[in-house]
């Protein structure tokens, strides 16, 4: 029962989360449908009275959500600094981003429910104003003030020419009332906003920059205070090439190092610009702004007893981190390591694209060998762009000791894994431990893997068990 709430956590938060609208929702209409405060209003507008006020009332929870997901350094730091938030009660953080759009979804759905209940309570009453909905509708519309006698108005249109107008007015104060829903998080959102401006507004000192093949740009930085994890990623802006774009790039180096790296890979309009104006040797170096480092749930991979990696093509940067990580915690004998293995898969479509990534891979291999943990690092990389030049080649050089296109000691598989045979074989080798499956890649791929958790994970919680975690930026 654990293992399936950890898999269908996220379910059971929606369910949870849609439960709450509808209770609101029916809660409110029962309150104005049934009340007798409401009841000669009822008389003129009908139904959609009801119907209005409450789509309204969940439009207002909805607006309370919705900024709550975006707040990357409270997610940050619920994440990271609180003790209390176990692997499994940090799951909901993950799919932030799923949330904040569902949200979204349902103020456009509850809008739309709101607008057309006024527009039935526009065409009610003029109905009633001209008798189509009974005697006592027609006498309640058609009541004014009279200054003579000093009455209140029981019904404040005079008119059908001031219906529009008075609603609008009369809407536009209830929205002002909504003011207790919003403005907590409101609050939130804007010490978010400060506190990253502030942020990004600090100093950043660029000490290398690294050209790899494949048009892969990596940049080395400095910056005071600048603190880091495994698996996190920092948003970069470079103002001489847009002052509003600001992009997220997983950090690629150890929070041992004394500097934080990324690498950019040309894929798009800004990356190509970012990459030409710092290959332009004879022009002064752009500034760049970084605001960050952020959680991601690559932070959890040393949570897990047996760790899977999976990267495609430049989504192999956070396991650079982690892999960079592990060599240190190994450099400095670090006795509270939990994981005691890791298999790595990275798919890539070139062979110009392992190039930037074989030295970390060959320093990992040789601290391995000297260390005599040989098996702590299984690694296995897949070239899915080739032609039979490129197979023939390593086909002919099969025997020799180090692979021939990376240098490695592990030969390279041509094609793409085939993911039951893998998870067949870490079910096989580790029948009793927690295996947590991290990928940087898309979607599809996502799909399969997570299928192949629920599929390989043993129906009794005390034998292997996946845990799926995606990244998401």
Known sequence: MGNWIVHHWFFLFLVVWLGLNVYLFVSAFLYFEKNEKYYYTRQI????LAVARASARCLNFNTMLILVPVCRNLLSFLRGTCSFCNRTLRKPLDN????????????CIFTAIHIIAHLFNFERYSGSHQGQNGPLAFVLSN?????????????PFQSPEWQLGTTILLHMALCIASWKWIIAPFFLYVLERFLRFCRSRQKVVITKVVMHPSKVLE?????????????????????????????PFTLTSAPEEDFFSIHIRAAGDWTENLIRAFEQQHSPMPRIEVDGPFGTVSEDVFQYEVSVLIGAGIGVTPFASILKSIWYKFQRDDHNLKTQKIYFYWICRETGAFAWFKDLLTS???????????????YRLFLTGWDNNIAGHAALNFDQAT???????????????????????????????????FLCGPRTLAKTLRKCCHQFSSLDPRKVQFYFNKENF
């Open 45 to 48: 507008l009908g139904t959609a």
């Open 96 to 107: 932030n981003l799923k949330f904040h759009k569902l949200v979204a979804y349902m103020i």
């Open 143 to 155: 009541l004014y003030h009279s200054e003579k006698q000093g009455n209140s108005w029981l019904n």
């Open 219 to 247: 940049l080395q930085m400095l910056k005071r205070g600048f603190s880091m994890e495994v698996g996190q990623y920092i948003f970069v802006n470079c103002p001489s090439i847009s002052f509003l774009e600001w992009h």
């Open 364 to 378: 990992l291999e040789q601290e391995m060998e000297g260390l005599g943990k040989m098996d702590f690092l299984n």
């Open 403 to 437: 692979d021939i296109l990376t240098g490695l000691r592990q030969k390279t598989f041509f094609g793409r894994p085939m993911w039951d045979n893998e998870f067949s074989t870490i079910a096989t080798a580790h029948p009793k431990s927690a295996v947590g499956v």
